[in-house]
């Protein structure tokens, strides 16, 4: 079946521009979670959803980072007033459920670059 | 606080020789621990996963973990690597509730011809 897909692939903007990333997660895991990966920061933990909700916002870098998911499947993550600081790649995941042993699975990324 | 730790950043190895790839947990329980690895352009791929029983694990592609309880560690290893071994393996813990992954800092493996 059809794995975790993201668009776009890349994503060039400039500062001060608002950017929406979109992750379509694997057909029917209520678990979604993003990461974000940057070279200083290595691989971050940003949100997760269960269904559409999201219990945990805590990695969330600034109240410029904001995320949705709608319909227990598609979420979009935005980032508004992007800072050169943003740049990195964002990776999205789905499991099954929120259980410890159950696996996640990545989708292969949105690299965004802010000039 | 609970944390994940790769001592090394970078390792070299020679084609069809063995790998090993260190890491380190800091946590009150046993975890569950994971390997993923990480080819150029790619997301992250599931390697293997230890949450109860048989402290050694097999995996995908030859690889294999051992989960050692009184140094605190999940060293990865295979017997004999190959070129298309090259790439970034990172450890990861899920912590609290959620699931969330906390990862290491992540190993770039180099294989030279």
């Known amino acids: 079946g059809a794995g975790v897909s993201q668009s776009p692939s890349n994503k060039v903007t400039e500062k001060g521009k608002d950017v929406e990333l979109r992750c379509d997660p694997i057909s029917g895991h209520t678990a979604l979670y993003w990461y974000r990966q940057s070279l200083g920061q290595g691989l971050e933990f940003l949100i997760y959803?269960?269904?559409?909700?999201?219990?945990?916002k805590s990695g969330l870098p600034s109240d410029r980072f904001s995320a949705e998911r709608t319909g227990g499947s598609v979420s979009t993550l935005t980032i508004q007033r992007t800072q050169q600081e943003d740049s990195a790649v964002y990776l999205c995941?789905?499991?099954?459920?929120?259980?410890?042993?159950?696996?996640?699975?990545f989708g292969p990324g949105t690299r965004l670059l802010v000039l | 606080a609970q944390s994940v730790t790769q001592p090394d950043i970078h390792i070299t190895v020679s084609e069809g020789a063995s790998l090993e790839l260190r890491c380190n947990y800091s946590?009150?329980?046993?975890?569950?621990l994971f390997w993923y690895v990480q080819s150029p352009g790619q997301g992250l791929q599931l390697l293997l996963k230890?949450?109860?029983?048989?402290?050694l694990v097999q995996g995908i592609k030859g690889f294999e973990a051992e989960f050692k309880r009184s140094q605190s560690s999940f060293n990865l290893r295979k017997p004999s690597v190959h070129w298309s071994d090259a790439a970034e393996y990172f450890c990861a813990v899920p912590l609290s509730a959620g699931n969330k992954l906390t990862f290491g800092g992540g190993t770039r493996v180099l294989v030279k011809p």
């Open positions: 995941a789905s499991s099954a459920n929120l259980m410890y042993q159950e696996t996640q699975y």
């Open positions: 946590y009150g329980a046993t975890p569950y």
């Open positions: 959803f269960q269904g559409n909700s999201a219990p945990d």
């Open positions: 230890y949450f109860s029983g048989d402290t």
